[in-house]
């Protein structure tokens, strides 16, 4: 069974940086994109940034230039480096990864949120 756990949310001053970790466990076998996500109180879950198995990135506007998403596929892992932040980037931050577990097709799976609060 897989797993994802994120770590490193709290809470910042505006202007602050912030990096989210996701580490996958199980009986992975490849993992063809990792994915970040968030959802403020009452607003939808909106996708933030997302890295392919052949490290293409992709950034929502609003993140462009202050966020950075990278992967360790060897360690199953995936980063958020949230800098300047702002108090509109509050919000609690969901990974997400297509991967392929041994012996199965591709699928989707997400880890349990790190809440991200900025103080203005």
Do not use: H
């Not at 199980?26 to 959802?39: D, L, P």
Request: proline share 2%; net charge positive; hydrophobic share 30%.
């Amino acid at each position: 069974q897989v797993q994802l756990v994120e770590s490193g949310g709290g809470l910042v001053q505006a202007g602050g940086s912030l990096r989210l970790s996701c580490v996958a466990s199980g009986n992975i076998f490849s993992i063809t994109s990792m994915k970040w996500y968030r959802q403020a109180p009452g607003r939808q879950r909106e996708l933030v940034a997302t890295i392919s198995s052949s490290s293409y990135t992709n950034y929502a506007d609003s993140v462009k230039g202050r966020f950075t998403i990278s992967g360790d596929n060897a360690k199953n892992t995936v980063y958020l480096q949230m800098n300047s932040l702002k108090p509109e980037d509050t919000a609690v931050y969901y990974c997400n990864m297509i991967l392929q577990t041994i012996g199965n097709i591709n699928r989707s799976y997400w880890g349990q949120g790190t809440q991200v609060t900025i103080s203005s």
